[in-house]
């Protein structure tokens, strides 16, 4: 197996360097050639100036500019960063040690890097803050999601704990705040084909051979709203939310489901009222069991006082400087 290279670069942000390899034919005169057409969004403007700067690298140091086109080589660089929105809330650490870290994302933070949100997201937070530059998650959670979110610490264990959500030996559940039906039977478990195409925002359910199941609990109920457990058997993309719309009782805070609303990404007053809740498993490593559970609340079942049900629990963090 070959071995992969080493960055020379170091992490920025909590963000590794890009890595190219140039393909084996071509007929760039230049590196900077290369880069110029491999990298169509960038202005060739601010190619010349990394380069000038020596901000694009190979194996022996920086990348002339004049540098002639070597074939089946790498190339490493950092990309400009975009300009996010800070999102001002914590993340709580639940439990952290040689080989794990289980955190409480808020709501707003995306779990990975991509597209608009890069530095604004718990991996990359979370690899800064704590020093541990090989941090990767387990698993992932929405954007609009707070909760459990786990992570590898020590890359040798990555697949072993990543391999149990893919054979889907960890039991989850979550909590979330809807409208309450007095009709609408429950418990249940409710069973659908979900289909999410690529390039379109939303899921949708079609007829079918179901692909997607969750267990719904209603908990309690007070003043028209009921605080649910939902139990998924499977992980679709936006099955808890679907799966509660189709119930007629769409999840406080829903931008999707039933009705797509657009929102600024900066608006933080009406969260999403689902939690990622527990998550339980058979240690992979240790044979021991593993059961965690979350410090948040929903901050529509806490505070039904509040103006604003879907504010987000706990406290806020002023943005960086």
């Not at 959670?141 to 979110?149: C, H, K, P, S």
């Not at 429950?186 to 925002?201: A, C, H, Q, W």
Request: hydrophobic share 35%; aromatic share 6%.
């Amino acid at each position: 197996m070959r071995r992969k290279l080493r960055s020379p670069l170091p992490q920025r942000h909590g963000l590794d360097a890009v890595r190219l390899r140039t393909p084996a034919d071509g007929g760039w005169a230049t590196m900077r050639d290369h880069l110029v057409e491999r990298l169509p969004r960038v202005d060739p403007a601010r190619i010349d100036t990394m380069l000038r700067d020596g901000l694009v690298v190979d194996t022996a140091g920086p990348i002339a500019p004049d540098a002639p086109y070597v074939p089946e080589s790498f190339l490493w660089f950092h990309r400009d960063l975009p300009v996010e929105a800070p999102v001002p809330f914590p993340i709580g650490i639940v439990h952290r040690d040689e080989d794990l870290l289980v955190v409480d994302k808020p709501h707003f933070l995306a779990t990975i890097p991509r597209g608009q949100h890069i530095v604004e997201t718990a991996l990359v937070r979370l690899r800064r803050d704590l020093d541990l530059p090989a941090l990767s998650p387990a698993h992932r959670l929405d954007r609009v999601t707070a909760g459990l979110l786990m992570f590898v610490v020590r890359p040798e264990r990555r697949g072993a704990y990543q391999t149990l959500f893919r054979d889907r030996l960890v039991r989850k559940t979550y909590e979330a705040v809807a409208p309450h039906d007095p009709g609408l039977e429950l418990p249940r478990t409710v069973r659908s084909r979900i289909v999410k195409d690529r390039g379109v925002i939303c899921a949708y359910e079609e007829p079918g051979e179901p692909n997607a199941e969750t267990h719904v609990e209603l908990l309690e109920h007070r003043g028209g709203l009921g605080r649910y457990r939902l139990s998924p058997a499977t992980g679709r993309t936006h099955q808890l939310r679907l799966h509660m719309s189709g119930l007629g009782v769409p999840i406080l805070g829903d931008d999707f489901y039933p009705v797509l609303t657009d929102r600024p990404l900066d608006d933080y007053s009406r969260p999403l009222q689902l939690l990622a809740s527990t998550l339980e498993f058979t240690d992979p490593i240790s044979g021991e069991p593993r059961r965690f559970t979350t410090r948040r609340r929903l901050q529509a079942w806490s505070d039904p006082r509040s103006p604003s049900p879907g504010r987000p629990a706990g406290p806020a963090r002023p943005p960086a400087a």
